[in-house]
Nanobody
Framework: QVQLVESGGGLVQSGGSLRLSCAAS????????MGWYRQAPGKQRELVAT???????NYADSVKGRFTITRDNAKDTVYLQMNSLRPEDTAVYYC??????????WGQGTQVTVSS
């Protein structure tokens, strides 16, 4: 069974940085994409960033230039470097993995809180 282990969330001041990690217990050869979504209070879950096998990367417009997603295939891990954090980035961040042929897995979520 697939497990996604997330870490790196916490409380930071506006303008600070955090680095999220997600390690997947799934063969890297079967992964179609890995990414991060977030859900803020009163809002629906939204895409933050994804990296697709083959190299294509997608970012939400709200995080472009501030967040960077990377993937370490050897460690089956995806990272999200978050810089210049804003209070509106406050949310629960969820790791997401799409696995061949048509499976989707979600992490438990890690809280990111950015104070004013």
């Amino acid at each position: 069974q697939v497990q996604l282990v997330e870490s790196g969330g916490g409380l930071v001041q506006s303008g600070g940085s955090l680095r999220l990690s997600c390690a997947a217990s799934v063969s890297i050869s079967s992964i179609l994409a890995m990414g991060w979504y977030r859900q803020a209070p009163g809002k629906q879950r939204e895409l933050v960033a994804t990296i697709i096998t083959g190299g294509k990367i997608n970012y939400a417009d709200s995080v472009k230039g501030r967040f960077t997603i990377t993937r370490d295939n050897a460690k089956d891990t995806v990272y999200l470097q978050m810089n210049s954090l804003r209070p509106e980035d406050t949310a629960v961040y969820y790791c997401n993995v799409r696995q061949w042929p048509a499976l989707v897995h979600w992490g438990q979520g890690t809280q990111v809180t950015v104070s004013s």
